[in-house]
């Protein structure tokens, strides 16, 4: 069982930046390993930011302006968010799977709210 805790949400103005934190329970890197990041806004369905495995997949709405990284030894994924816009106003969620055993799991979330 893997544990995902992010942090780092928060309210800030059209351009600005913010970074999301997901510290991990225990590893998540491996080659099986995916990890990512999903946001969900207010009346809207899930939806893909950015996931890593063995290639790393960001959604168009966000390419040039949100960049992925871990910490292998701290066991954390972060989101590094640029020229924020209102529209990615949404509630960000942590992902985590193993490819091989099938495992998943997600986070609580973290707010995002970016006003203009």
């Known amino acids: 069982q893997v544990q995902l805790v992010e942090s780092g949400g928060g309210l800030v103005q059209a351009g600005g930046s913010l970074t999301l934190s997901c510290a991990a329970s225990?590893?998540?890197?491996?080659?099986?390993?995916?990890v990512g990041w999903y946001r969900q806004a207010l009346g809207k369905q899930r939806e893909l930011v950015v996931t890593v495995g063995r290639s790393t997949n960001y959604a168009d709405s966000v390419k040039g302006r949100f960049t992925i990284s871990r910490d292998n030894a701290k066991n954390t994924v972060y989101l590094q968010m640029n020229s924020l816009k209102p529209e990615d106003t949404a509630v960000y969620y942590c992902?985590?799977?193993?490819?091989?055993?099938?495992?998943?799991?997600w986070g609580q979330g973290t707010q995002v709210t970016v006003h203009s």
């Open positions: 225990r590893s998540i890197s491996g080659i099986n390993a995916v």
């Open positions: 992902y985590y799977s193993n490819a091989f055993s099938g495992y998943n799991t």
